[in-house]
Structures are given as structure tokens and as C-alpha cells.
């Protein structure tokens, strides 16, 4: 595709006008000169760029991390390959950067020269400011003529997609979880410690089983794969629930009650993990999304990914999300609830896990602070704090809008 730049029309313009005046001024055979030069520049142009376009082949190609923390910068790696025979001479490089500030978002880079069957490399990077799930292409490819009079724009679908996840903050201090107990588990497998573990008995191999755990005497014996069972005895269970309402969705930008809620679970949920706690995640974004106890950095990305591209579209209240998945919240386990202090009144009913041996641990985002941020912080809490019965019991864990999240867990 043939595209003319503007200022590139004024310069025609200008060298028509000239040229007319030229034809006033001097011999008709200067004119002439000068008019077929300018039509020989004209036609060099045309046919540098036609050739270019039948004769080069590009491969383009992108390299980047696929996950990256928001506020950070990601750093990308584009492979330019000319698999044509002639050289590729003053050309532009174009990418589409979705995830990085508006003003970043088309990245373009001049390259000199790209000799026939070559390839080269260049590194750019984007500051990326929002979490999200982001797909980075395509690339664009303008080739000028050796004037600079007119130029191709070529594109190529390469994509790349990028997650952008949510921030975090260390945790140094949480509430005590609940220890559980499930006998005649099964199998141990690579991922926990045997310290909380009984040898249980043994049994023929099944493929998949891990090989640490042949039972090599018994195995010698019947003269076939035998393998040890274990018991887990004691264990910890928590489920992170969480709502993000549309109509509740206090602030602006960072400083809003959505992203303070990610940014508290994806926080709880790193810290539960990294010491060994079995984790499940409920939440209401719009449509209910839980995510199944499990274990392990594979689990911590599935959770990562989905609190990534979370979005504030719920039009239900906290109180009916726990009344539906209450039943699921197994015993002898804790429930990490992140709620606004506004919503008081459902706690009530959720003391009825305690039957279940359920550890209830709110942590409470207090709303006002979100409205009226230039209020003193610590005067807020104790408002908040008196709303909360003296027959509870437990301490909720309060945030307010602008705090350090980090120091609320040593108070």
C-alpha cells in the first residue's frame, strides 16, 4: 500500500509551482531538463518501492516475558528476518504496545539498513501501569524510497499476549489459621513436607506415582512395583472470598476499593501458599469465579492470572455469595473474607461457621477513606472500630485508602 506523506505533497506542490515559474523564466530546453529530472526522481522512487515489495521477505518476531508485575517495565526483544534477496535500506519498525501508558503505546524505531538473508535484533521496553491481560501486536513495517518522497506500510499479525498481575506486599505477621485434620489421604506427593505425615501401607504402582516412593523391599519380595501410601494427619485450609461490586467501587484509579481488594488478595494469597497452606478462592467479579483448593506456584499463577484481569462488574452483595458457598467451606479450615466496613451487618451470619470450627479473619476496607481521603487515617479506624460488637471473636484487620497495606498486619 502507496502512502504520501502531507509534507511530502506540499514539496510536489512547491516543485510544480517552481517548475511553472521555471518555464517563464528559462529556454525550453532547461524546462525540459528539469521536468524529466523530476519525473526520473519520481519514477526511481515508484520502482524502488515496487521492487521492495515483490522481493523482500520478512519474518518478524517478538520475545517477552509472558507475566510481569504491574508498575514494572516489560522488556521486549523484536527479530527482524530478511529472507529476500536485496537489502532492506531506511526502514521504520512499528509495535503495538496495549499494555504500556497511551502516549507509549505505538512504539516506532528507524533502522538504517538490513543486508539480503540477514536478521537482527532490537531491544525497546514499556512501562506497564495496570494489570490486565494484554495482547501486543501487530507489527508494522514502512519502507521508503532513496528520496524519501514515498514510503510502504506493510503489516504483520504477529501477537504476543502479556499478563500484567497485581502488586503485592510482604506479609510478616497473620492471623492464626486453623489446623484440620483428613485421614487415609493417600498418597503423598512431591509437593508437601512428610513431617506432618504417617506411613500408612503399601500398594502396587500406578503410573504417575512418584518413583521416590517405591517401597524397594516389598518390591524385591512380590517381585513388581510396590509403592508406600501415607496419611496426612494435620493440615491448613483457607478460603480467600471477596466481592467486587460495581456500585461499591469508592475512589479513583489505584486509590479505588477494586484495586486495594486485589492487591490485599493477591498479597494473602502469596503469603498463604509460601507457607504451605491449602488454598481456594471464591469471588463474585460479575459471575461467580471459584478457583478449587490446591497448592503450590502453579496454583499461585492460576490465581494471579484470574485477580489480573478481574473487573468491578458484581451486582450481588457480599452476604449472597457466602449464603450460596457457605456449605463448601469445608471444617476445621479459616475464611479470609475482604469486605468494606460498610457491610457490618453480614458478619452476623457468617458466625455460624464457627460450628464448623471455620476461623473467621475480616479484613475490612473502610469506605469513607476512599471518599474522603484527606480525612486523618488513624481517626477513621477507631470509627470504624466501634461499629464492631464486643461479643466477636476476632480482630478484624483494617485498611483504609493511602495507608501502608503492609503495616496493617502489625497492628
Partial sequence: MFKIFLKRWIFLLVIIIFD?????????????????????????????????HFMIRLYLGRKLPTK????????????????GVIPLINFVLEDNLSCAIPEERERRILLDYLGAKSSTSIRYSCYCPQRGKYKLGPFSIYIFDPFGLFFIKKKHY????????????????????????????GIETSRVSGDEHEFYGVREYKPGDPLKRIHWLSTARKNKLIVKQFQRQVFFRATILFNLSKDRNFGE???????????????????????????????????IVRIPFNKGPE??????????????ESKVKIDEIFQEFARYIPSDSSLVIIMLDTDWEYLFTMLSLKEKNVSLIPLVLIASSFLYPFVP???????????????????????????????????
Fill in 253 to 287: 484509579g489505584k486509590k479505588s476499593v477494586t484495586e486495594y481488594t486485589i492487591k490485599i488478595a493477591a498479597s494473602v494469597a502469596k503469603h498463604l501458599l509460601e507457607i504451605g497452606v491449602s488454598l481456594e478462592i471464591i469471588a463474585h467479579v460479575g459471575e
Fill in 68 to 83: 510481569i508485575e504491574e508498575d514494572d517495565f516489560l522488556g521486549i526483544e523484536a527479530v527482524i528476518e530478511n529472507r
Fill in 158 to 185: 504477529v501477537y504476543s499476549e502479556v499478563y500484567v498481575l497485581p502488586q503485592t506486599f510482604n506479609i510478616r505477621k497473620f492471623p492464626i489459621l486453623v489446623k484440620g485434620t483428613a485421614p487415609w489421604f
Fill in 377 to 411: 487515617q488513624q481517626k477513621l479506624i477507631k470509627e470504624a472500630q466501634i461499629k464492631l460488637p464486643k461479643t466477636f471473636e476476632f480482630s478484624p484487620i483494617f485498611f483504609s485508602c493511602g495507608a501502608n497495606l503492609e503495616e496493617a498486619f502489625f497492628r
Fill in 20 to 52: 511553472l515559474i521555471i518555464a517563464l523564466r528559462v529556454s525550453i530546453k532547461f524546462y525540459f531538463f528539469f521536468f524529466w529530472l523530476l519525473i526520473s526522481v519520481v519514477t526511481i522512487s515508484i520502482v524502488w518501492l515496487l521492487v521492495e
Fill in 299 to 312: 496454583h499461585l499463577d492460576d490465581i494471579f492470572k484470574f485477580l489480573a484481569v478481574a473487573q468491578a
